[in-house]
């Protein structure tokens, strides 16, 4: 019994056997010494079989030693098969128990491994799912140190149809090395390890939570050769643990920082409104997405201008060199190399097809002697709250607007540690007036008093709380006295309100009710590092397009009006072709149409056609805008 269940089975079955052995020659010299009337010699082993396992008695036509030896077999029978019935049984239990605690070994390979166990997990099943689709039988993989049967109920309750993949669980430690080989580690696609901490946790419990990812990416390395790492994709708090994590296996881990992503995302959206929306439909692998491709005949001497006419689907963003050199929006007369990757934005990769000819080519109805621009102006922003994400949405801002402009910081609590972080920042950029205040964020009153309709946009950063439901509370609590005070001030001076409000929503689940509440724009924290984590666990090169695309360097995307780009006589009927060409008269890069008129419908998308087919015709208006890349907003 010492050397465990296999050992004690094998011993109940061998004593079994020698009983049925024993007993059979036992009964074979009671015939031949008290014989019965007619015996069978052949039927004498099955009788013997079957009284040992309770199915037979000895019958009333046989002689008292046949009766005797026959209840003896039935109680030896009864001791012995009933042990390994009562074993077998025990065991069957057992597995079934280690099956519910979530200890037994995984059997899929090639899946997608995820460690950890956080309010992201949803969104970024949902992500995989779509992601997924293609697949005959796809499986994700979640190791957690919570119940099995805890992390099942939530899936069941929070996920709707899972197609093609499955979603299995297991219960233990993400740095254990003997649970991650029990998942399947050395056999996964890819490992996305989930951070406990959450945005509004105190600085010691986000480092605290960051040393736990970088030790289970030590733990995957070790149960690995570093040869065959599968792409690791973490969230980290801290810029000391990213440069850590990064260094443990260069090249396979690959980090994502949520408030320097999301803040840099809040600036861009409050300069340019519906952006969120865009961000939201690139990110991910629901609506459209990015495609590294390659045309294996060669690109035929094309300039990059000339290119997007020759994909009836998709539009060419930015190439990747041979050395692996990323450029977003290269020159319009860069020509192509034949080992350079085009990066494409589109729907799916099967929809992806390139032509040596043009499939269709944009008619010249665009601005083309001059270039019409607009022009800078003045600007002020108003940031409500302060998180992680502050410092860093007041240095975007310093970054973008020009000299004059002013940002102000409205906080609960202005504390030495936030006004000291608020001051260096301010003295970092003297030609931007900023100013911090402390105002009671729910008082109406004081509210009143920071004038918000004076300013042309204001952002309200989520607040601290245990759930995403308490933190999106009072960000819609500060959004609907907002409304009512437009609302007054239009009723008092007759002068509408222009201001734009950008909120910063957690939960995705909000999002009607910001729209109701008068939200322009949103942020869905949540939703966007999901979508993000889950593409660059598949994909890992396309960290390098978001980290371009939402930085002040380069090329940012906007949204910008239409009449910029073609005469009010000219915008009407339109081809998608007919906008590249004219973007590109402005040396930008169109990439989508904005419908005014949708804004507010979410089942359109809010008005948002990112990468239509060139031939598609469009019936635009003067208040309609195209969505493009450029070098700045004018």
């Known amino acids: 019994m010492s050397k465990g269940g296999f050992s004690v089975f094998l011993a109940l079955l061998a004593l079994f056997l020698g009983a049925f052995i024993v007993m059979t020659i036992v009964r074979y010299i009671s015939e031949w010494?008290?014989?019965?009337?007619?015996?069978?010699?052949?039927?004498?082993?099955?009788?013997?079989?079957?009284?040992?396992?309770?199915?037979?008695?000895?019958?009333?036509?046989?002689?008292?030693?046949?009766?005797?030896?026959?209840?003896?077999?039935?109680?030896?029978?009864?001791?012995?098969?009933?042990?390994?019935?009562?074993f077998i049984t025990q065991e069957f239990e057992e597995r079934l128990k280690l099956l519910r605690r979530g200890?037994?070994?995984?059997?899929?390979?090639?899946?997608?491994?995820?460690?950890?166990?956080?309010?992201?997990?949803?969104?970024?099943?949902?992500?995989?799912?779509?992601g997924n689709a293609s697949e005959y039988d796809a499986a994700v993989v979640i190791l957690a140190p919570k119940d099995k049967e805890?992390?099942?109920?939530?899936?069941?309750?929070?996920?709707?149809?899972?197609?093609?993949?499955?979603?299995?669980?297991?219960?233990?430690?993400?740095?254990?090395?003997?649970?991650?080989?029990?998942?399947?580690?050395?056999?996964?696609?890819?490992?996305?390890?989930?951070?406990?901490?959450?945005?509004?946790?105190?600085?010691?419990?986000?480092?605290?939570?960051?040393?736990?990812?970088?030790?289970?990416?030590?733990?995957?390395?070790?149960?690995?050769?570093e040869e065959t790492l599968p792409p690791i994709v973490v969230e980290l708090y801290s810029e000391q643990y990213r440069k850590l994590a990064e260094n443990i296996a260069p090249g396979a881990v690959t980090t994502l920082n949520e408030a320097d992503i999301l803040a840099r995302i809040l600036v861009q959206t409050s300069r340019s409104v519906g952006l969120a929306t865009v961000y939201l439909n690139m990110v991910g692998f629901e609506g459209n997405e990015f495609y590294f491709y390659r045309n294996k005949l060669g690109w035929y001497n094309?300039?990059?201008?000339?290119?997007?006419?020759?994909?009836?689907?998709?539009?060419?963003?930015?190439?990747?060199?041979?050395?692996?050199?990323?450029?977003?929006?290269?020159?319009?007369?860069?020509?192509?190399?034949?080992?350079?990757?085009?990066?494409?934005?589109?729907?799916?990769?099967?929809?992806?097809?390139?032509?040596?000819?043009?499939?269709?080519?944009?008619?010249?109805?665009?601005?083309?002697?001059?270039?019409?621009?607009?022009?800078?102006?003045?600007?002020?922003?108003?940031?409500?709250?302060?998180?992680?994400?502050?410092?860093?949405?007041?240095?975007?801002?310093?970054?973008?607007?020009?000299?004059?402009?002013?940002?102000?910081?409205?906080?609960?609590?202005?504390?030495?540690?936030?006004?000291?972080?608020?001051?260096?920042?301010?003295?970092?950029?003297?030609?931007?007036?900023?100013?911090?205040?402390?105002?009671?964020?729910?008082?109406?009153?004081?509210?009143?008093?920071?004038?918000?309709y004076e300013f042309d946009s204001i952002s309200i950063l989520a607040g601290s709380g245990e759930k995403a439901e308490e933190i999106d509370a009072k960000t819609l609590t500060i959004l609907l006295e907002m409304r009512q005070i437009f609302k007054d001030y239009t009723a008092t001076t007759g002068n509408e309100v222009s201001t734009e409000l950008i909120a910063e929503i957690i939960d995705s689940q909000e999002t009607d009710l910001a729209i109701k509440a008068g939200v322009k724009d949103f942020l869905l924290t949540n939703q966007f590092v999901s979508k993000i984590l889950a593409q660059v666990s598949q994909e890992p090169d396309v960290m390098s397009i978001y980290d371009d695309l939402f930085s002040s360097a380069g090329s940012e995307l906007y949204i910008k009006p239409i009449w910029l780009y073609f005469p009010p006589k000219k915008i009407g009927k339109l081809t998608f072709a007919d906008c590249v060409l004219a973007a590109q008269n402005r040396d930008e890069l169109c990439i989508g149409v904005r419908?005014?008129?949708?804004?507010?419908?979410?089942?359109?998308?809010?008005?948002?056609?990112?990468?239509?087919?060139?031939?598609?015709?469009?019936?635009?208006t003067v208040n309609d805008a195209l969505i493009t890349l450029a070098e700045d907003e004018t």
Do not use: C
Not at 341 to 350: N, R
């Open 33 to 86: 010494i008290f014989p019965n009337q007619n015996p069978d010699p052949t039927d004498l082993s099955w009788e013997v079989f079957v009284q040992l396992i309770g199915l037979r008695d000895a019958g009333d036509n046989v002689n008292l030693a046949t009766k005797f030896i026959a209840v003896i077999t039935i109680f030896i029978g009864l001791v012995l098969f009933s042990s390994l019935v009562a």
């Open 103 to 130: 200890k037994s070994l995984v059997v899929e390979k090639n899946h997608t491994l995820i460690l950890g166990f956080s309010d992201r997990i949803t969104d970024i099943i949902e992500e995989l799912v779509v």
């Open 150 to 225: 805890e992390m099942d109920d939530f899936i069941r309750n929070n996920l709707g149809e899972l197609k093609t993949t499955r979603v299995v669980t297991r219960n233990g430690s993400i740095a254990n090395l003997s649970d991650l080989n029990m998942v399947g580690v050395k056999v996964a696609k890819s490992v996305i390890v989930l951070n406990d901490a959450k945005a509004s946790d105190s600085d010691e419990l986000k480092a605290l939570s960051d040393a736990r990812v970088v030790k289970a990416i030590l733990a995957v390395v070790a149960a690995n050769e």
């Open 302 to 452: 094309l300039t990059f201008s000339e290119l997007p006419f020759h994909f009836s689907n998709g539009m060419p963003l930015g190439v990747r060199q041979a050395d692996g050199t990323l450029t977003i929006k290269p020159p319009r007369d860069y020509k192509l190399a034949d080992d350079d990757e085009v990066i494409i934005l589109a729907e799916d990769d099967s929809t992806i097809k390139f032509n040596p000819i043009p499939v269709v080519q944009g008619k010249i109805k665009g601005y083309t002697e001059y270039r019409k621009t607009l022009e800078r102006q003045i600007e002020k922003y108003l940031i409500i709250g302060w998180n992680s994400k502050a410092p860093i949405v007041l240095t975007e801002y310093a970054k973008y607007i020009v000299e004059g402009s002013q940002v102000n910081q409205a906080v609960e609590n202005l504390t030495d540690e936030v006004k000291a972080k608020f001051d260096k920042i301010a003295k970092a950029y003297p030609h931007i007036k900023m100013e911090a205040i402390e105002v009671n964020l729910a008082s109406f009153d004081r509210l009143v008093t920071l004038k918000p």
């Open 595 to 620: 419908i005014n008129a949708l804004a507010q419908d979410k089942n359109n998308n809010f008005g948002i056609d990112l990468a239509p087919s060139l031939d598609k015709q469009l019936n635009l």
